[in-house]
């Protein structure tokens, strides 16, 4: 007999909990483990930045949640959705939690997994690529290459201007050597640029904005750290887009491979199917709770 079940009380089963990265959009980069355990599960709880085509990926007869948005809400609470993970797995269900991107990069993947370790449900994570990764490979930018990068930072670009904790990291992001990934960072694009001039980044730095990266809608801009805004408004680039901030960015002129015309005539993308169902995908002003680009129907 187990000891450490009193008597008289059934111990609980659960079901296990997979954190899984969806990747950045395009389903072919999708991990095979991912793929796999998409097929063999129960239910998939997935977030708004989980694209259509790999929603399309989850058989029929798998229930699907869609925590992005509740009715009247614009977002499930966090909280809420770690209390709907629970009674999942609680439930003895084999929950896959999809998650855009890898779920330990700006996903709250990690407080998803602290609240299943504390009650003790079973879970694994298991890692995406993430936006950065993604859109550095598709529009042809190096993160790092001898002579020009040696290091590179992920960055949250949703702040608020004047925030103390950025205005003391922007001499620490302000490094010629270093390629800085701006995650969320399409509205604080001007706030971002200039306080990377004030201390000390010159305004030639190369810089490019990248849109819906990996897909058929991948929408792109490259120019300066002075120039990017204007760039970036002039095409009237939403989000969810990354920033790629440092001299690698010009490496982009001979490496730019991926043509998404080419991959919009392979697929039945198109620009008002995206976020279909809710109307979201017109509302980009905050990439922070944008979805253009994404699948938002609850399944
Ligand atoms: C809440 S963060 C989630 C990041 C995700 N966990 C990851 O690893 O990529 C959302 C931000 O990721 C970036 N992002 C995610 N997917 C993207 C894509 N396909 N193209 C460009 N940016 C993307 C955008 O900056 C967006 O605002």
């Known amino acids: 007999m187990d000891q450490s079940t009193p008597p008289g ?4 089963s659960f079901g296990k909990v997979y954190l899984i990265g969806a ?8 991990t095979v483990k991912a793929a796999r355990l998409l097929r063999e599960c129960d239910v998939v709880v997935f977030d708004r930045l989980v694209s259509s085509a790999i929603m399309d990926l989850v058989p029929a007869g798998i229930s699907r949640i869609y925590a992005g948005k509740a009715l009247n809400r614009h977002h499930l609470p966090q909280d ?3 209390a ?3 009674s999942l797995a609680s439930s003895g269900r084999t929950v896959v939690r999809l998650k855009g991107g890898d779920p330990f990069v700006f996903g709250r993947g990690s407080e998803e997994a602290l609240t299943l370790a ?3 449900i079973p879970f694994e994570i298991v890692p995406g690529i993430t936006a950065a990764s993604g859109c550095s490979a598709y529009s042809g930018i190096p993160l790092t290459h001898r002579g020009l990068a040696t290091s590179v930072r992920y960055v949250t670009g949703h702040f608020r201007a004047g925030e103390e904790d950025m205005e003391h990291n922007w001499a620490n992001l302000a490094d010629p050597d270093t390629t800085l990934v701006f995650y969320m960072g399409l509205t604080n694009l001007e706030n971002i640029a200039d306080g990377l001039i004030t201390h000390g980044l010159p305004g030639t730095t190369p810089a490019a904005a990248i849109q819906n990266g990996t897909t058929a809608g991948q929408r ?3 120019g300066t750290l002075e120039t990017l805004p ?6 009237g680039l939403r989000a969810p887009a990354v920033l790629i901030i440092g001299k690698v960015v010009a490496l982009a002129e001979n490496l730019a491979w991926f043509t998404p015309e080419a991959a919009r005539a392979d697929s039945d993308w198109t620009e008002s199917g995206i976020g279909a169902g809710t109307g979201e995908g017109e509302k980009a002003s905050d990439d922070a709770h944008d ?3 994404f699948n938002s129907a609850t399944g």
């Open 84 to 86: 709907l993970l629970v």
């Open 118 to 120: 504390d009650i003790g």
């Open 9 to 12: 009380r059934a111990k609980q």
């Open 80 to 82: 809420e959705i770690n």
């Open 291 to 293: 979805i253009q680009g």
């Open 230 to 235: 204007d760039l970036v408004r002039d095409a």
């Open 220 to 222: 792109s801009v490259r």
């Open 23 to 30: 990747g950045p959009g395009d389903p072919d980069l999708l």
